[in-house]
């Protein structure tokens, strides 16, 4: 999908502070890091706890998993194009910014930031799923399972504290550990798959029950969930080695090859188990793994999904600081969201802003976990996806934007796969739900007063400054 007119443009000087920085600098982040963070950001708890809120859609998943992967590599195109153009700090909300302005640009870094956190906590959720499996007797009740959740969420914390470089090891290194487990049993469940669960029903529009268009958006809603972490390799580009070559190759690659395990994976572990039986389950895969090899291979499973989920969960942490870092150093944010010391290696972490996001992602945790595991992950997952597909479907349309107004030159392909990106995310807003819809408004409505309350406080301490 290149062609001549998509070669990389003249920097702009009009890019502000996300421009990227000198060649020389030393940056912490290279191909296999960037790559890891966008495979283990997908890989995550999405492919653990994913099957089990699938189940009451049964075959109907299928369709959801088509219309997500297709439109999460549209997604992961424009985001390459994007970056390519543009190697700056901040991902879909400094593309939002460069395009449509200041006020859009907060937006979209606000709602990218409650995904953000608000998918931590849906992580830290199913972490406690994995280790329920491992140990059942020492989390038989929903207070150990939230105190277990709130755990790993502040010992992801703690590592991007110390610093993107030893956020980036952590990453290379779960990500190894988790994908070849998985291509394993997706493989050797496959012959013992029951074909007719993974076929959705054929259910005509208006028979009376759910169509195959209400049960596609249902379901990709969900399972969109899945390929959150594609456009992850673009928010610390100003970390990144060479970003204009490498995140757009790491943004495409990360993508699909995540994409592939993860539908192989879930796919078998949905056509192996009984869907009532997935839908009791908190840990499908040990589950799954139990069925095939026995008792032991479901404790090998159980921790090859504690590591995968711990891994995503280091993934989304290390982002969900870098999107207010980033706003802040443009202005948007308060200033204190930024790093506060200048080191020379480019890994000055943003301890305040993964403190607050980590606080916040807390709170999510401590106020669903009235509920069942699974109904906790699901809450968090749709909040979390509405939240980041506003900033899809914006990226997609700043794509289209920039070419109309003559910065930036996007071939004719690019410009169909980003017309093809929007009308995607547009469906998938929609199917997330009505409930998912009223908490995401709110949070919004929220980060609108706040940003209201913030110019006005500028302009009345302009009109009083002196001459």
């Avoid at 209400?214 to 992850?232: D, I, K, P």
Wanted: charged share 10%; with cysteine.
């Amino acid at each position: 999908m290149s062609d001549a007119s998509d070669a990389p443009d003249a920097p702009d000087a009009r890019d502000g502070p996300g421009s990227p920085r000198s060649p020389r600098s030393p940056r912490p982040l290279g191909l296999w890091s960037a790559s890891a963070l966008v495979i283990g950001n997908i890989i995550g708890s999405g492919i653990f706890l994913l099957p089990a809120a699938l189940a009451p859609y049964g075959g109907g998943s299928t369709l959801g998993w088509v219309w997500s992967f297709a439109g999460a590599m549209l997604l992961a195109v424009v985001f390459a194009r994007l970056a390519a153009r543009f190697p700056r700090a901040g991902g879909p909300y400094a593309y939002t910014r460069l395009a449509f302005g200041g006020t859009t640009g907060f937006l979209m870094a606000w709602s990218y930031w409650i995904s953000c956190w608000a998918g931590s906590a849906a992580i830290a959720v199913a972490v406690a799923g994995s280790l329920h499996a491992l140990v059942p007797a020492w989390l038989d009740q929903p207070w150990q399972l939230a105190a277990c959740a709130l755990a790993a969420l502040w010992l992801a914390t703690a590592v991007n504290l110390v610093g993107l470089r030893a956020a980036g090891s952590a990453q290379v290194t779960t990500v190894v550990l988790k994908v070849l487990p998985l291509l394993v049993i997706g493989l050797a469940a496959l012959p013992h798959v029951d074909p007719s669960r993974l076929v959705p029903a054929a259910v005509p529009f208006g028979a009376g029950g759910p169509s195959w268009w209400s049960v596609a958006a249902a379901t990709a809603a969900l399972t969109l969930w899945a390929f959150q972490g594609l456009e992850c390799a673009t928010i610390p580009a100003d970390q990144v080695t060479d970003a204009q070559r490498l995140v757009p190759r790491a943004t495409l690659v990360g993508t699909a090859v995540a994409g592939l395990v993860t539908i192989l994976a879930c796919s078998a572990v949905m056509g192996l188990l009984p869907a009532a039986d997935l839908a009791r389950s908190s840990a499908p895969f040990p589950d799954a793994a139990r069925v095939l090899w026995g008792a032991w291979a479901e404790r090998v499973f159980a921790t090859v999904a504690v590591i995968s989920c711990l891994g995503a969960l280091n993934g989304w942490v290390l982002v969900q600081g870098q999107i207010p870092a980033a706003a802040a150093r443009d202005g948007l944010f308060p200033r204190f969201f930024a790093p506060t010391d200048a080191r020379t290696d480019g890994a000055a972490p943003p301890r305040l802003a993964l403190v607050i996001s980590s606080v916040l992602a807390t709170i999510l945790v401590v106020a669903n976990y009235t509920g069942s595991l699974v109904a906790v992950f699901t809450a968090s997952i749709l909040l979390a996806t509405a939240a980041a597909l506003l900033p899809y479907l914006m990226s997609a349309a700043a794509t289209l934007w920039l070419r109309a107004a003559g910065r930036a030159r996007f071939s004719a392909a690019t410009l169909a796969v980003a017309l093809g990106a929007l009308l995607f995310s547009l469906w998938a807003l929609w199917g997330t739900g009505a409930q998912a819809l009223r908490w995401f408004a709110g949070l919004m409505l929220a980060g609108m007063a706040i940003h209201a309350a913030r110019w006005i406080a500028r302009r009345l301490g302009r009109r009083q400054t002196p001459g």
